[in-house]
């Protein structure tokens, strides 16, 4: 995944924050938005593209553009650090292919105190029962 040619795809935007801060939040735009296209992107292959499509779905807008923001600090610098950030995790998360599942075998032991259980249950069951005489 090439970052420099992504980061070169990207595009931010700034508005104000909301939540507590006073006439600091009220004048400055410090939450940053980042719009990213994934159809437009020519950093992955049509594979790549399927596979965030499938990961990505719910983050995806109708014209399958990636909007993600941030608004943790009062620091527009810090807040486009901190979004690219998570974008670039995200995009690692989502195209990395799942690992595939060994077929495993359960253990003789395990085996042997499933055996037992199910005696010592059936032996509970048993002992409920009218005697016969």
Known sequence: MNKELLLTELTFKA???????????NKTSTRVELYWS???SQVFSENQK???REKLHNRLT????LILA???????LK??????????ELLEEAVTPPKRRKKSR?????????LASKKQHSEKKSNRKKPNF
């Open 15 to 25: 508005t104000r924050s909301s939540g507590p801060g006073g006439q600091h939040v």
């Open 38 to 40: 994934l159809e437009d």
């Open 50 to 52: 399927v596979r965030l």
């Open 62 to 65: 109708k014209e399958q553009i």
């Open 70 to 76: 941030s608004g943790q600090t009062r620091s527009q």
């Open 79 to 88: 807040n486009k650090e901190h979004v690219t950030k998570r974008f670039f």
């Open 106 to 114: 359960p253990s003789y032991s395990s085996k042997v105190k499933r």
